[in-house]
């Protein structure tokens, strides 16, 4: 949708008011486009609209449940807005739809729970990015964390 690309040439260039103008107009056009959701929450989350971008980003979960990125960037929104376990709900389902592309949101959620005191979960998902990502440089240190906090 033209309006949805004029939305992203004005975003690229830091035009952030035109894009915004642009984006709305092409969901006034087709309210639940997916493009146009997705990039608004973004442009949302670049100006710390967090509220505003949590709006828009479960509208474009709702459009697309099947979107990790929609979830992704939902529960991004979520913890910006000190909004942490719907967070941790939005995160985990962009990690359930997409388990391998999606497995660097474990060491979000692991960063979250760490600074919660749920060091136990924390380890966990540790534990689960590990599984996919065996190869990380950090692994000793998250190895060592995983050690000192699982029972």
Known sequence: MSWTELGSVYFW???HTEAEAAYIKALVQKPDFMVALMNLGKLYLTQK???K???VLSRAAAADPTSA??????GESYLQAKLGSKAVIALNEAIRLAPDEKAQIHLRLA???NAAGVK???ANEYKLFLAKRPGHPERKNLEKYIQENSK
Do not use: G, P, V
């Open 69 to 74: 990125d929609a979830f992704h960037y939902l």
């Open 120 to 122: 136990e979960r924390a």
């Open 13 to 15: 260039n830091s035009n």
């Open 111 to 113: 960063a979250l729970y």
């Open 53 to 55: 971008a949590s709006s």
């Open 49 to 51: 609209q967090f509220e």
